[in-house]
Protein backbone atom coordinates (compact mmCIF):
# COMPACT_ATOMS: atom_id res chain seq x y z
CA UNK A 1 0.00 0.00 0.00
CA UNK A 2 1.49 3.13 -0.92
CA UNK A 3 3.28 5.26 2.21
CA UNK A 4 3.08 8.93 1.65
CA UNK A 5 5.53 11.14 4.04
CA UNK A 6 5.32 14.16 4.50
CA UNK A 7 9.10 15.91 6.27
CA UNK A 8 10.94 19.01 6.82
CA UNK A 9 13.19 19.33 9.36
CA UNK A 10 12.07 22.97 9.79
CA UNK A 11 8.99 23.51 12.41
CA UNK A 12 6.10 25.48 10.73
CA UNK A 13 6.62 24.62 7.16
CA UNK A 14 3.53 23.25 6.57
CA UNK A 15 3.36 19.21 6.78
CA UNK A 16 0.57 18.60 9.56
CA UNK A 17 -1.81 21.01 7.00
CA UNK A 18 -0.81 19.36 4.02
CA UNK A 19 -1.06 15.67 5.98
CA UNK A 20 -4.61 16.84 7.34
CA UNK A 21 -5.71 18.28 3.77
CA UNK A 22 -4.80 14.67 2.24
CA UNK A 23 -6.10 12.61 4.50
CA UNK A 24 -9.24 14.48 4.64
CA UNK A 25 -9.47 14.50 0.84
CA UNK A 26 -8.80 10.69 0.04
CA UNK A 27 -11.50 9.81 3.05
CA UNK A 28 -13.94 11.63 0.86
CA UNK A 29 -13.49 9.71 -2.03
CA UNK A 30 -14.31 6.68 0.28
CA UNK A 31 -10.62 5.64 0.43
CA UNK A 32 -9.11 4.16 3.46
CA UNK A 33 -6.07 5.87 4.90
CA UNK A 34 -4.40 5.26 8.02
CA UNK A 35 -1.89 8.62 9.26
CA UNK A 36 1.16 8.21 11.28
CA UNK A 37 1.13 10.98 13.78
CA UNK A 38 4.97 10.60 14.27
CA UNK A 39 5.11 14.08 16.19
CA UNK A 40 5.73 13.78 19.93
CA UNK A 41 3.39 17.36 20.04
CA UNK A 42 0.52 15.28 18.36
CA UNK A 43 -0.63 18.12 16.15
CA UNK A 44 -2.43 16.01 13.85
CA UNK A 45 -3.83 13.92 16.88
CA UNK A 46 -5.18 17.24 18.18
CA UNK A 47 -6.94 18.27 15.11
CA UNK A 48 -8.45 15.07 14.62
CA UNK A 49 -9.95 14.21 17.99
CA UNK A 50 -12.01 17.65 17.59
CA UNK A 51 -12.68 17.27 13.87
CA UNK A 52 -13.59 13.74 13.59
CA UNK A 53 -13.12 14.01 10.25
CA UNK A 54 -15.92 11.76 8.24
CA UNK A 55 -14.80 9.08 6.49
CA UNK A 56 -11.99 6.34 6.77
CA UNK A 57 -9.21 7.92 8.84
CA UNK A 58 -7.56 5.74 10.99
CA UNK A 59 -4.84 7.45 13.51
CA UNK A 60 -1.89 5.64 14.62
CA UNK A 61 0.21 7.97 17.30
CA UNK A 62 3.12 7.37 19.96
CA UNK A 63 4.71 6.72 16.84
CA UNK A 64 8.54 5.19 17.14
CA UNK A 65 11.34 4.45 14.92
CA UNK A 66 11.08 0.61 15.48
CA UNK A 67 7.07 -0.02 15.98
CA UNK A 68 6.61 2.09 12.38
CA UNK A 69 9.22 -0.35 10.78
CA UNK A 70 7.44 -3.22 12.54
CA UNK A 71 3.72 -1.74 11.26
CA UNK A 72 5.66 -1.36 7.70
CA UNK A 73 6.68 -4.79 6.96
CA UNK A 74 3.63 -6.32 8.64
CA UNK A 75 1.26 -3.89 6.55
CA UNK A 76 -1.93 -5.26 6.55
CA UNK A 77 -4.44 -4.28 3.92
CA UNK A 78 -6.85 -2.54 5.63
CA UNK A 79 -5.93 0.75 4.41
CA UNK A 80 -5.33 2.19 0.69
CA UNK A 81 -2.71 4.99 1.47
CA UNK A 82 -0.73 5.55 4.51
CA UNK A 83 0.32 8.81 5.50
CA UNK A 84 3.14 9.45 7.47
CA UNK A 85 3.29 13.30 9.77
CA UNK A 86 7.02 13.64 10.79
CA UNK A 87 7.84 16.48 13.20
CA UNK A 88 9.95 19.35 12.73
CA UNK A 89 13.38 17.62 13.44
CA UNK A 90 15.51 15.07 12.24
CA UNK A 91 16.10 11.61 14.27
CA UNK A 92 15.71 8.13 13.78
CA UNK A 93 11.79 7.80 12.90
CA UNK A 94 12.92 10.52 10.03
CA UNK A 95 15.38 8.04 8.42
CA UNK A 96 12.23 4.99 9.08
CA UNK A 97 9.75 7.18 7.76
CA UNK A 98 11.58 7.91 4.42
CA UNK A 99 13.05 4.79 3.87
CA UNK A 100 9.53 3.02 3.68
CA UNK A 101 7.94 5.65 1.12
CA UNK A 102 6.33 5.81 -1.59
CA UNK A 103 6.48 9.11 -1.67
CA UNK A 104 7.88 11.91 0.52
CA UNK A 105 6.27 15.64 -0.04
CA UNK A 106 9.22 18.09 1.57
CA UNK A 107 6.50 21.33 1.87
CA UNK A 108 8.55 24.21 1.33
CA UNK A 109 7.74 27.84 2.50
CA UNK A 110 7.65 31.12 0.36
CA UNK A 111 9.74 31.45 -3.11
CA UNK A 112 12.72 32.83 -0.57
CA UNK A 113 12.63 29.28 -0.30
CA UNK A 114 13.82 28.72 3.54
CA UNK A 115 15.05 25.55 2.55
CA UNK A 116 17.54 24.16 4.76
CA UNK A 117 15.08 21.53 6.46
CA UNK A 118 14.05 20.46 2.98
CA UNK A 119 18.02 20.20 2.48
CA UNK A 120 18.44 17.58 5.44
CA UNK A 121 15.89 15.65 4.03
CA UNK A 122 17.20 15.46 0.65
CA UNK A 123 20.33 14.67 1.93
CA UNK A 124 19.05 11.77 3.82
CA UNK A 125 17.26 10.40 0.46
CA UNK A 126 20.26 10.38 -1.38
CA UNK A 127 22.39 8.56 1.40
CA UNK A 128 19.75 5.80 1.51
CA UNK A 129 20.08 6.02 -2.70
CA UNK A 130 23.57 5.60 -2.70
CA UNK A 131 23.73 2.89 0.77
CA UNK A 132 19.95 0.66 -1.16
CA UNK A 133 20.32 1.75 -4.58
CA UNK A 134 16.74 2.69 -3.93
CA UNK A 135 15.54 5.93 -5.33
CA UNK A 136 12.68 7.20 -3.41
CA UNK A 137 9.85 9.45 -5.49
CA UNK A 138 9.95 13.03 -3.62
CA UNK A 139 8.52 16.63 -4.37
CA UNK A 140 8.85 20.05 -3.08
CA UNK A 141 5.70 21.23 -1.74
CA UNK A 142 5.04 25.09 -1.98
CA UNK A 143 3.27 25.72 0.65
CA UNK A 144 1.47 28.85 2.07
CA UNK A 145 2.16 30.34 -1.07
CA UNK A 146 1.01 33.68 -1.22
CA UNK A 147 -2.64 33.74 -3.62
CA UNK A 148 -1.13 36.56 -5.44
CA UNK A 149 1.63 35.00 -6.77
CA UNK A 150 0.96 34.30 -10.36
CA UNK A 151 1.48 31.05 -12.09
CA UNK A 152 3.88 32.17 -14.13
CA UNK A 153 6.34 32.93 -11.07
CA UNK A 154 5.59 29.48 -9.39
CA UNK A 155 7.00 28.11 -12.90
CA UNK A 156 9.77 30.09 -12.03
CA UNK A 157 10.46 28.66 -8.78
CA UNK A 158 9.65 24.95 -10.15
CA UNK A 159 12.70 25.60 -13.36
CA UNK A 160 14.92 26.50 -10.65
CA UNK A 161 14.76 23.32 -8.77
CA UNK A 162 14.14 21.55 -11.59
CA UNK A 163 17.70 22.87 -12.49
CA UNK A 164 18.89 21.72 -9.55
CA UNK A 165 17.21 17.77 -10.29
CA UNK A 166 14.28 18.45 -7.77
CA UNK A 167 10.83 18.36 -8.47
CA UNK A 168 7.72 20.41 -7.07
CA UNK A 169 4.34 20.03 -6.71
CA UNK A 170 2.18 21.49 -9.55
CA UNK A 171 -0.37 22.59 -7.15
CA UNK A 172 1.13 24.70 -3.91
CA UNK A 173 -0.33 25.30 -0.79
CA UNK A 174 -1.65 28.61 -0.95
CA UNK A 175 -1.99 30.50 2.22
CA UNK A 176 -6.16 30.81 3.57
CA UNK A 177 -7.66 31.76 6.25
CA UNK A 178 -10.03 28.09 6.28
CA UNK A 179 -6.24 26.27 6.25
CA UNK A 180 -5.46 28.40 9.54
CA UNK A 181 -9.21 27.77 10.95
CA UNK A 182 -9.12 24.15 10.67
CA UNK A 183 -6.49 23.68 13.42
CA UNK A 184 -7.58 26.94 15.03
CA UNK A 185 -11.04 25.39 15.67
CA UNK A 186 -10.34 21.95 14.97
CA UNK A 187 -12.51 21.23 12.20
CA UNK A 188 -12.40 20.50 8.72
CA UNK A 189 -12.83 22.36 5.44
CA UNK A 190 -16.27 20.73 5.36
CA UNK A 191 -17.59 21.85 8.55
CA UNK A 192 -17.02 25.75 7.58
CA UNK A 193 -19.72 27.83 6.41
CA UNK A 194 -18.78 29.52 3.14
CA UNK A 195 -20.54 33.42 4.55
CA UNK A 196 -17.98 32.73 7.29
CA UNK A 197 -14.71 32.05 5.62
CA UNK A 198 -13.40 33.47 3.15
CA UNK A 199 -12.30 31.83 -0.37
CA UNK A 200 -13.84 28.56 0.91
CA UNK A 201 -14.83 27.28 -2.24
CA UNK A 202 -11.08 27.82 -3.66
CA UNK A 203 -9.15 26.19 0.03
CA UNK A 204 -11.71 23.23 -0.78
CA UNK A 205 -10.69 23.58 -4.92
CA UNK A 206 -6.73 23.39 -3.66
CA UNK A 207 -7.43 20.98 -1.29
CA UNK A 208 -8.60 18.69 -4.24
CA UNK A 209 -6.29 19.34 -6.13
CA UNK A 210 -3.53 18.57 -4.40
CA UNK A 211 -4.74 15.04 -3.16
CA UNK A 212 -5.51 14.23 -7.52
CA UNK A 213 -1.91 14.88 -7.69
CA UNK A 214 -0.56 12.94 -4.79
CA UNK A 215 -2.41 10.35 -6.17
CA UNK A 216 -0.98 10.55 -9.67
CA UNK A 217 2.50 10.48 -8.44
CA UNK A 218 1.90 6.94 -6.52
CA UNK A 219 2.44 3.45 -8.40
CA UNK A 220 -1.46 2.60 -7.12
CA UNK A 221 -4.30 4.57 -8.28
CA UNK A 222 -7.08 3.18 -5.51
CA UNK A 223 -10.49 4.58 -6.76
CA UNK A 224 -12.63 3.83 -3.48
CA UNK A 225 -13.03 1.10 -1.17
CA UNK A 226 -15.90 -0.27 1.43
CA UNK A 227 -15.55 1.26 4.30
CA UNK A 228 -13.90 -0.37 7.30
CA UNK A 229 -15.96 -2.64 9.82
CA UNK A 230 -14.05 0.42 12.63
CA UNK A 231 -13.45 3.53 10.61
CA UNK A 232 -12.71 5.33 13.87
CA UNK A 233 -9.65 3.84 16.13
CA UNK A 234 -8.48 6.71 18.24
CA UNK A 235 -5.57 6.35 20.13
CA UNK A 236 -3.99 3.23 18.96
CA UNK A 237 -0.37 2.99 19.72
CA UNK A 238 1.96 1.92 16.89
N1 LIG B 1 -1.56 27.20 3.60
C1 LIG B 1 -1.72 27.73 4.82
N2 LIG B 1 -2.58 28.76 5.01
C2 LIG B 1 -2.74 29.29 6.25
N3 LIG B 1 -2.10 28.88 7.34
C3 LIG B 1 -1.22 27.85 7.21
C4 LIG B 1 -0.99 27.22 5.95
N4 LIG B 1 -0.07 26.23 6.12
C5 LIG B 1 0.24 26.25 7.42
N5 LIG B 1 -0.42 27.21 8.08
C6 LIG B 1 -0.33 27.52 9.52
O1 LIG B 1 1.05 27.56 9.88
C7 LIG B 1 1.28 26.88 11.10
C8 LIG B 1 2.28 25.75 10.89
O2 LIG B 1 1.73 24.84 9.95
P1 LIG B 1 1.86 23.26 10.17
O3 LIG B 1 1.48 22.88 11.55
O4 LIG B 1 1.15 22.61 9.05
O5 LIG B 1 3.42 23.08 9.98
P2 LIG B 1 4.34 21.82 10.38
O6 LIG B 1 5.42 21.75 9.35
O7 LIG B 1 3.52 20.62 10.58
O8 LIG B 1 4.96 22.31 11.76
P3 LIG B 1 5.71 21.39 12.87
O9 LIG B 1 7.07 21.12 12.34
O10 LIG B 1 5.72 22.26 14.09
O11 LIG B 1 4.92 20.14 13.03
C9 LIG B 1 -0.09 26.41 11.58
O12 LIG B 1 -0.59 27.35 12.50
C10 LIG B 1 -0.94 26.39 10.34
O13 LIG B 1 -2.29 26.66 10.61
MG1 LIG C 1 3.36 19.27 12.18
Known amino acids: MPVITIANTKGGAGKTTAAVLVATELA ?11 DPQH ?3 QWFETAKPRGTITLVNHVTASALEGHMRHMDRSSDYYIIDLAGERNQLTATALAFSNLVLIPVQGAGMDAKGATKILDILARIKTETGIAIPHSV ?7 MVTTHSLLAIKGLLASRGVDVMAT ?8 REMFDKGVTLYDMEGSKVS ?8 AR ?5 VMRHLPV ?14 GRAA
Not at 28 to 38: C, E, K
Open 28 to 38: QMGINVTVFDS
Open 43 to 45: WFS
Open 141 to 147: LLSRVNP
Open 172 to 179: PVVERAAF
Open 199 to 206: NLDKALQN
Open 209 to 213: QLADE
Open 221 to 234: RVISTQPKKRPWQW
